[in-house]
Structures are given as C-alpha cells and as structure tokens.
C-alpha cells in the first residue's frame, strides 16, 4: 500500500523534530516576554 513507508517515516520523524524544536524555542519566549512586560 505504501511503497515510499522508508522515506515518509524518515520525512516524518524530521518534520516532527522541526517542530518539537520551534515549539521548545517559541514556547519559552512566549511565557517569558509577558512576565518581563508585567511590572
């Protein structure tokens, strides 16, 4: 059914690791600047 099974997962472990990787480089900024910006 899928001939291609090798090279999607491989696609689809990187694509998730991209992800995994922005979220943890987005998500601390995004609760550290409203603490910063609370007075």
């Given at each position: 059914m899928y001939p291609?099974?090798?090279?999607d997962a491989s696609g689809l472990a990187t694509l998730r690791t991209t992800?995994?990787?922005r979220l943890r480089t987005l998500v601390p900024t995004a609760y550290a600047v409203p603490t910063l910006a609370t007075p």
């Open positions: 291609h099974v090798g090279v992800v995994v990787h």
